[in-house]
């Protein structure tokens, strides 16, 4: 049997406060688990105001960005980092539309939120977010490369 490395990428998400207090975290990270994806970083924190500044920055001019930075700083959030095929636009699928009564029955937003504003998790959008995220929340240190024991059942498509 050949080992071959694919081209992976790795993504940034995070369960925001509101889903951290309503006890979703379980319920988040094994619908990542259970996909297939592969975590590299994990760790709680509640997000200094200049964290959420930089990580919000291209909303900056927007109205509803003092009360959206006002939420993120106000209690523990999940960080993550992810890793696996394509999982940049995959998690973006699974976390659904921001709005979440828009957001499509299946996603997480689409099962788990009614409020924009508490719209339970954030996802990196594309691969230059992806990169500028991972490197705001994580240090280089913090981030866990490791084979997947399963590792040898992936098949080249
Ligand atoms: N948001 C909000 N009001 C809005 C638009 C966005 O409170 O009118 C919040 C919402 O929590 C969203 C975050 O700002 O998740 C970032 O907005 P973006 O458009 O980047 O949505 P996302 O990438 O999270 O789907
Ligand atoms: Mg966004």
Do not use: C
């Not at 959420?52 to 003092?66: I, L, M, S, T």
């Not at 209690?75 to 696996?84: D, S």
């Not at 991972?134 to 080249?156: C, G, H, T, Y």
Request: charged share 25%.
């Amino acid at each position: 049997m050949t080992l071959f490395h694919m081209a992976l990428e790795q993504t940034f998400l995070a369960i925001k406060p509101d889903g951290v207090q309503r006890g979703l975290v379980g319920e988040i990270l094994g619908r990542f688990e259970r996909k297939g994806f592969k975590l590299i970083a994990l760790k709680q924190l509640t997000p200094s105001r200049d964290l959420a500044e930089k990580h919000y920055g291209v909303h900056r001019e927007r109205p509803f960005f003092g009360g959206l930075v006002d939420f993120i700083t106000s209690g523990p959030v999940v960080a993550m980092v992810w890793e696996g095929d394509g999982v940049i636009a995959s998690a973006r699928k699974m976390i659904g539309a921001t709005k979440p009564l828009e957001a499509e029955p299946g996603t997480i937003r689409g099962d788990l939120a009614v409020n924009i504003g508490r719209n339970v998790i954030h996802g990196s959008d594309g691969p230059e977010t992806a990169k500028f995220e991972i490197s705001l929340w994580f240090q280089s240190s913090e981030l866990n490369d490791w084979i997947p024991a399963e590792q040898v059942w992936r098949v080249e498509e």
